[in-house]
């Protein structure tokens, strides 16, 4: 499968315990997003990176969320100290980067805090 | 106010009918626009890129209009497998980020 893959699919966590979730982007595309979707709304932005620079970073993702992209490939969210909040499906996608070319989504990661 | 607005339907729609919705976008700078595909509880796949001249792809129609901010989708001949939420999606340059609607459903009936 060449396309976005994540890691885990599912993740269910007790508040308060840290969470690191992975995606892996089509290996030739040098942006990588992460965005966070609850029911009923759309992809809500987290953070983005161009190869591994992080160019932006949304005001939703509060000092307990960090994200990386260590050497320009995959990449790794992690939420710290996790509240009922967080829940939600964590979708990672990749681009060229280029004006009109499309992101490719994973098939997310949904988070449950109980 | 949001950077891209949609009225969340849902669109009911008759098998065979013709259903078109808008997207309004708040910042002028913005440059690619998309209509993604989304299915309930899977991750959004690219639908179409929207172009100034405006774009059909089969059934799919979809207009830019710059000058009042708002980009539209039209489906003709609806078929069941259309039911699905479709969100706008705009990005303000090559080094911007997408910003996504919260999305407009559809549902089609037989």
């Known amino acids: 499968d060449t396309g976005v893959s994540q890691d885990p699919r599912h993740k269910i966590t007790k508040r308060g315990q840290n969470v690191t979730f992975r995606c892996d982007p089509i290996?030739?595309?040098?942006?990588l997003y992460w965005y966070r979707q609850t029911l009923g709304q759309g992809p809500e932005f987290l953070t983005y990176f161009q190869n591994e620079a992080q160019l932006e970073k949304s005001r939703l993702l509060s000092d307990r969320f960090s994200a990386e992209r260590p050497k320009g490939s995959f990449s790794t969210l992690e939420i710290q100290r996790t509240e009922q909040g967080d829940s939600a499906m964590y979708l990672c996608?990749?681009?060229?980067?280029?004006?009109?070319?499309?992101?490719?989504f994973g098939q997310g990661t949904r988070l449950t805090v109980v | 106010r949001k950077e891209v607005e949609q009225d969340p339907g849902p669109f009911n729609v008759p098998e065979g009918a013709t259903v078109a919705f808008n997207c309004t976008y708040s910042n002028s700078a913005s440059q690619s626009f998309f209509w993604y595909r989304q299915d309930c509880r899977k991750e959004p796949k690219l639908l179409m890129s929207v172009y100034s001249s405006g774009n059909e792809d089969g059934r799919f129609t979809a207009q830019l209009n710059r000058a009042s901010q708002y980009i539209s989708l039209l489906i003709r001949d609806s078929k069941l497998s259309d039911s699905a939420t479709y969100l706008c999606v705009v990005k303000t340059d090559s080094w911007g980020k997408l910003q996504f609607g919260a999305g407009t459903q559809v549902v089609v009936t037989p």
């Open positions: 996608a990749s681009s060229l980067g280029l004006t009109n070319t499309e992101a490719f």
């Open positions: 290996s030739e595309h040098n942006r």
